[in-house]
Structure formats: C-alpha cells, structure tokens
C-alpha cells in the first residue's frame, strides 16, 4: 500500500509539472506572469516586439543573454477589468533568453522566456500600481507568447 501511494503521489507531481501551455501552472493571482517561449538563435529573438504595437524600449544583447523589454502599452481596460474598477490598464512585455550551451564559447542557440506585467492607474494623472492579471488580458499574454514560441520554432538554425 505503501509503494502504490508513492507511486501515485510521483505521478501526481510529474502530471502537475507538465500542465499549462507554457505558462507556470497554478498560480497565486499575480501582476506578472512568464512564459517558457523554447529556444531560437540569437538573431531571430529580436524581430517580433512590434507586431503587438509594442515598442522595444530597451536591449541588452551580450554573449551571456539577450534581454528585450518593450515600453509601456495603455490598452483599453478588457470588462472584466472595468467590472473591478480598472479604468487605465497598462502593459509590458519582455523577453529574457539565454544559451542552452556555453560549452565552446558563445552559445548558438538560446532557451527563451517571455515576462509580462500589468498595472492600472488609481485614479487620473495618479500613480501605476501593480494588479492582478485577469483571464481576459492573460488570454491576451498567452496568444503573444504562442505567436513568439511559434516564431522561434520556425527561426531556430
């Protein structure tokens, strides 16, 4: 009874690391979530920020990392966001990637991550404040990052 209770314990653990598409499984809700985009060369990471209407507000490209992290995006407050009060809803996404490899100098092929934040303002000209990510906008984040992870795939040499 013992060994089958471990067993299934074991099976539950590896079932419940595998879920999600990409995303960290069950989360607390949080103002951030991250994506496990897989891996791409280091050349094709750079080109995909401006599809989203995102601007690339900053880049680190070093033979440790690439880092690319767009501007702040006001975006319309989705409903389920204006029924809890958002009125200015703002975003950001950015991607972190890193060689799979360093053995041999500089890595060729890099597994990426993509990070994206939400906060809304409390009131007009007031401060930005982190909030929870709803359904709604974390469809919107999970579609980027499939589009990402689908470019990757497709550029990776």
Not at 6 to 11: C, R, V
Not at 104 to 130: D, H, I, K, P
Request: proline share 3%; with cysteine.
């Amino acid at each position: 009874m013992y060994r089958v209770s471990i067993l299934a314990l074991g099976i539950a653990l590896f079932l419940g690391a595998c879920s999600g598409p990409g995303s960290e499984g069950d989360r607390a809700p949080s103002s951030t979530l991250r994506f496990n985009l897989g891996t791409s060369a280091r050349n094709h990471i750079v080109t995909t920020a401006a599809r989203y209407g995102y601007r690339l507000d900053r880049r680190v490209d070093t033979a440790e990392d690439v880092r690319l992290e767009t501007s702040w995006k006001e975006v319309n407050a989705l409903e389920e966001e204006q029924l809890a009060g958002f009125s200015q809803v703002r975003v950001r996404v950015s991607v972190n990637a890193r060689p799979r490899s360093r053995a041999g100098g500089t890595g060729s092929t890099f597994a990426a991550r993509m990070v994206a934040e939400c906060e809304r303002q409390l009131a007009v000209g007031g401060n930005w404040v982190e909030v929870p990510i709803m359904s709604g906008r974390e469809a919107y984040f999970e579609e980027i990052a499939e589009y990402l992870e689908n470019e990757f795939k497709g550029g990776v040499m």
